[in-house]
């Protein structure tokens, strides 16, 4: 199971660039990091992981979409 959290940067593709998604402008840009579920061995219990996530900048709809289940 994936969580994400997507927030604004209050700036542009002026100041982050161009959409990761996309590659297209942006006005408002959003950042959207993942992470994962996994079952710590070490305490038997579920944790967050970032290892084969990934973080990206752009549209927040590109985002959204980009989401995985």
């Known amino acids: 199971m994936y969580k994400y959290n997507l927030t604004s940067t209050n ?4 100041k982050y660039g161009n959409c990761d998604i996309c590659g297209n ?3 408002e840009v ?9 079952l710590n061995p070490v305490t038997k219990q579920m944790s ?6 990934y973080d990206y900048f752009g ?10 289940n």
Do not use: D, G, I, W
């Open 25 to 27: 402008y942006v006005t």
């Open 30 to 38: 959003f950042r959207q990091t993942e992470e994962r579920e996994y």
């Open 11 to 14: 700036e542009s593709s002026h």
């Open 59 to 68: 549209h927040e709809e590109c985002l959204k979409n980009k989401q995985r």
């Open 48 to 53: 967050l992981t970032k290892n084969n996530c």
